[in-house]
C-alpha cells in the first residue's frame, strides 16, 4: 500500500512571496503523483501531475513541482504567490496498474497581503 | 462543458436511516470514483468503476455501503442504517480511464447524520 504524508497543515506567506508545499510519500511500486487545489466551496481541481519523464512539471496558475525519486518526494513550488492562491492544497499517488488514489491530508496556504 | 455534478449538495438524515447519493459524471467519461472526506483530512477511495461494473470496491468500509452504475453513467452511492461516523464530504470523479487520467472532481455532498 502506498501512503502520502504532508507534513504542512498549513503554510502562511505574504503576497508575491515564494512558497513550497512539501510531500512525500511511500510506495513498493512505481507510481503517478498529482496535485489538486480545493478553493472554499469547490470542487478538488488538478494543477499538475507527474506520470513519467522529466521530473519538473509545470502545471497551471504558475505552480510546477519536482519528482524526487531518491527521496520519495514531490513538492509543489510557486515563486511568487497572490491572494487568489489561498486555498487548500491535496498531494495524492496513484500506484501504476490501479486507479484508485492516496491523497496526502492537505495543506492549507493562507496568503496574506 | 459540464463538469461533474452532484446531487443533493446537502443531506441531513437520523442515525439508522437510508440514503442515497447521486453523480453524473463529465459525458464519454468510462471512469467513476466515489471518495469520502472527512473533516481535516484528504478524500479517502471507496469504490471505482468502470463502465457499468465495479472493478474495484476495496475502499468501501463495510457491507452498509454500496454504489451501482446500472447504464455507465450515473452512479448512485447508498449508505444503509447510517451511522455519526459516516458524516463525510462524499466526492464523486470520472475519467477517461487511461493510465495516470486526470480524476475530474465534483463538488461533493455533505452528508451528516445525527
Known amino acids: 500500500a502506498q501512503s502520502v504524508t504532508q507534513l504542512d497543515s498549513q503554510v502562511p506567506v505574504f503576497e508575491e512571496a515564494p512558497v513550497e508545499l512539501r510531500c512525500n510519500y511511500s510506495?513498493?511500486?512505481?507510481?503517478?503523483l498529482f496535485w489538486y487545489v480545493q478553493y472554499p466551496n469547490q470542487g478538488l481541481q488538478l494543477l499538475l501531475k507527474?506520470?513519467?519523464?522529466?521530473?519538473l512539471v509545470k502545471g497551471i496558475n504558475g505552480f510546477e513541482a519536482e519528482f524526487n525519486k531518491s527521496q520519495t518526494s514531490f513538492h509543489l513550488r510557486k515563486p511568487s504567490v497572490h491572494i487568489s492562491d489561498t486555498a487548500e492544497y491535496f498531494c495524492?499517488?496513484?500506484?501504476?496498474?490501479?486507479?484508485?488514489?492516496?491523497f496526502g491530508s492537505g495543506t492549507r496556504l493562507q496568503v496574506q497581503p | 462543458g459540464a463538469g461533474v455534478s452532484q446531487t443533493p449538495s446537502n443531506k441531513v438524515t437520523e442515525k439508522g436511516k437510508y440514503v442515497e447519493l447521486r453523480c453524473d459524471p463529465i459525458?464519454?467519461?468510462?471512469?467513476l470514483y466515489w471518495y469520502r472526506q472527512s473533516l481535516g483530512q484528504g478524500p479517502e477511495f471507496l469504490i471505482y468503476?468502470?463502465?457499468?461494473?465495479?472493478?474495484?470496491d476495496s475502499g468501501l468500509p463495510n457491507d452498509r455501503f454500496f454504489a451501482v452504475r446500472p447504464e455507465g453513467s450515473v452512479s448512485t452511492l447508498k449508505i444503509q442504517r447510517t451511522e455519526r461516523g459516516d458524516s463525510a464530504v462524499y466526492l464523486c470523479?470520472?475519467?477517461?480511464?487511461?493510465?495516470?487520467?486526470?480524476?475530474?472532481f465534483g463538488p461533493g455532498t455533505r452528508l451528516l447524520v445525527l
Open positions: 470523479a470520472s475519467g477517461l480511464a487511461g493510465a495516470g487520467e486526470t480524476q475530474y
Open positions: 510506495s513498493s511500486v512505481s507510481v503517478y
Open positions: 507527474y506520470l513519467s519523464g522529466s521530473t
Open positions: 495524492a499517488v496513484g500506484r501504476v496498474g490501479r486507479r484508485a488514489l492516496t
Open positions: 459525458s464519454g467519461h468510462t471512469a
Open positions: 468503476f468502470q463502465g457499468t461494473g465495479a472493478a474495484d
